[in-house]
Nanobody, 123 residues
Framework: QVQLVESGGGLVQAGGSLRLSCAAS????????MAWFRQAPGKEREFVAG????????YYADSVKGRFTISRDNAKNTVYLQMDSLKPEDTAVYYC????????????????WGQGTQVTVSS
């Protein structure tokens, strides 16, 4: 079992940056593939970025490629999402997820979810 807690969300102007963190409990964090999803009001939850258990493999949605960077520190049981050049359309609740399938963009590939953190980008 793993429990996930996100932090780092907030309000930022377009063009700005935020760094999200997801702290995981449990001793098996390094066994999990991790991902970030987001959900805007009235829209379905969508994949943003994923990372393999070692951190060497990363995956991104086309909409964030080149602007967002996912990373993990297994010694700290933490995964990060560095978000640069933010746009108003990035506004959403961002969720951290843990699963067994590296790089999957499917919600049902992840069995563990955090509570989410709000990111709001003003124009």
């Amino acid at each position: 079992q793993v429990q996930l807690v996100e932090s780092g969300g907030g309000l930022v102007q377009a063009g700005g940056s935020l760094r999200l963190s997801c702290a995981a409990s449990g001793r098996t964090f390094s066994n999990y593939a991790m991902a970030w999803f987001r959900q805007a009001p009235g829209k379905e939850r969508e994949f943003v970025a994923g990372i393999g258990w070692s951190g060497r493999s990363t995956y991104y949605a086309d909409s964030v490629k080149g602007r967002f960077t996912i990373s993990r520190d297994n010694a700290k049981n933490t995964v990060y999402l560095q978000m640069d050049s933010l746009k108003p359309e990035d506004t959403a609740v961002y969720y951290c997820a843990a699963g067994r399938v590296t790089g999957s963009a499917q919600v049902n590939s992840y069995g563990h979810w955090g509570q989410g953190t709000q990111v709001t980008v003003s124009s």
